[in-house]
């Protein structure tokens, strides 16, 4: 479930300034192969967030399967608004599209497999802990460094998810030239979604201790496991 990297790639986000902007790129590697690419984007202005994200596929794989994923979240005071993700595997195209209301969400499912189309539209009544899978990653980090271990709460494809998580220990890491102190944060996700989205066993996110940030991901799928190294950064305050 190269998705669910997305969600890894978000879940860092703190600050206790009025706004922050921050972007950055992953590239992930199965063995030693280059397999996706990963970038990111959040921006945040008091209560107000947005989260936005693309994943495609690289060298070999893109060849044998051409994988594109594009998202966003609109958060506003922590909570889900508005959740937006289009994914295409080969002949498999699926975009999902939910409003968040306090004790509901409209959701909406459109599903291509060749030339067979699938169009779902609904009102599911939903508890209010539950939230779209960036904006439940982001909240859970902005309280990481006060609460080391807890449950992610999660609203995707018609289904509820609880996540939990917890602080392993402390390690340094190096990452290309850079060596790193980092948190290692283990989460044992099992979301089973659409395509290549289907997640098992255990994953471990390092978090730069200095920033808050995620620096690398080791992701176990269905059909291996994938590490998600970082490749470019850039954070500031106002």
């Known amino acids: 479930m190269i998705y669910i990297l997305i969600l890894l790639l ?26 996706i690419e990963n970038c990111i984007q959040y921006s945040e202005n008091g209560s107000d967030a947005i989260f936005k994200t693309t994943v495609k596929t690289i060298g070999v794989l893109r060849l044998l399967k051409n994988v594109k994923y594009r998202g966003f979240s609109v958060i506003k ?8 993700f ?10 999902y599209r939910y409003i968040f209301h306090r004790g509901f969400v409209e959701t909406e499912k459109r599903k291509k497999n060749r030339n067979k189309v699938f169009i779902d539209k609904k009102r599911i009544f939903l508890d209010g802990k539950y939230q779209d ?14 609460k080391k271990k807890g449950k992610m709460f999660i609203f995707y494809d018609g289904k509820t ?3 939990p ?11 290309g030239k850079v060596e790193y102190n980092s948190y290692r944060v283990i989460l044992k996700p099992n979301i089973r979604g ?19 940030f995620p620096i690398k991901v080791k992701a176990v799928f269905d059909k ?15």
């Open 165 to 175: 998580y917890y602080l392993k220990d402390e390690e340094r890491i190096k990452v």
């Open 86 to 95: 289009y994914q295409k595997e080969k002949n498999l195209e699926v975009m």
């Open 133 to 146: 899978v960036f904006t439940a990653s982001v909240v859970m980090f902005k309280n990481f460094r006060n």
């Open 224 to 238: 291996g496991i994938i590490y998600l190294k970082r490749t470019s950064f850039s954070y500031k305050e106002f």
């Open 10 to 35: 978000s879940i860092s986000f703190h600050s206790f300034s009025k706004g922050l902007e921050y972007k950055a790129c992953y590239r992930g590697y199965y063995f030693f192969i280059p397999v």
């Open 77 to 84: 005071n922590q909570r889900s608004e508005k959740f937006e």
């Open 194 to 212: 659409e395509g290549l989205l289907k997640t098992r066993g255990k994953w471990i996110v390092w978090i730069d201790k200095k920033t808050g």
């Open 161 to 163: 998810y609880t996540i």
